[in-house]
């Protein structure tokens, strides 16, 4: 296991309180993401996914700048305009759970996936979907909701509903993967 993702992992993931509500405690993920020249889009899609992460006690934090990110600070996640048919086929995205700092969205795919309307909600999918892989330490999909391997039609109108959501054994295997991660960061 590599020391740098687990330290990259213990400086994304912090706790805060959720206020005196009683709630559990909220987990703040920091995700970097330089938005390009569609920023409505892409900042509809980081609110989205915001919102979907949110009943898993996790409140991402959005930075427009990837360098806040880099060396540890969060989730860089780059965003492929013109991605090569042979990277990842078929695939809106790819995350590195292992090395948990690393995410790719191939937004050009994403674009011509669904309809205009969906687009925005798909990209918020999309990158909720991406952080869930390096939050849970895993590959692992689904067979149903956020962490589905592959979308289809019914899906993406259950995005729009905002009916797809995250299982309670995707919420589990997100906490089991930071409490894995954080036992990972040696003691000073």
Known sequence: MKIFGAVAMMAAVTGACAGNSGAAPMRVVTACMNPGANAAMM??????????????????????????????????????RETPANQHPGALAYAMP???????????????????????????????????HMLQGIEQHAASGVMKARWDVGDYADMQRGRLRLSEDDIRLIRSGMAQSAKAVPAE
């Open 43 to 80: 900042f509809r899609g980081q609110a989205t996914a915001a919102q979907i992460l949110k009943p898993a006690g996790i409140r991402l934090e959005w930075k427009n700048d990837e360098r806040a990110c880099a060396g540890s600070d969060g989730f860089v996640i780059g965003v492929s």
């Open 98 to 132: 292992f090395e948990r700092t690393h995410i790719v969205l191939f937004y050009d795919r994403v674009l011509t996936v669904a309809t205009p309307a969906v687009t925005p909600y798909l990209v918020g999918f999309v990158l909720a979907h991406e952080i869930v």
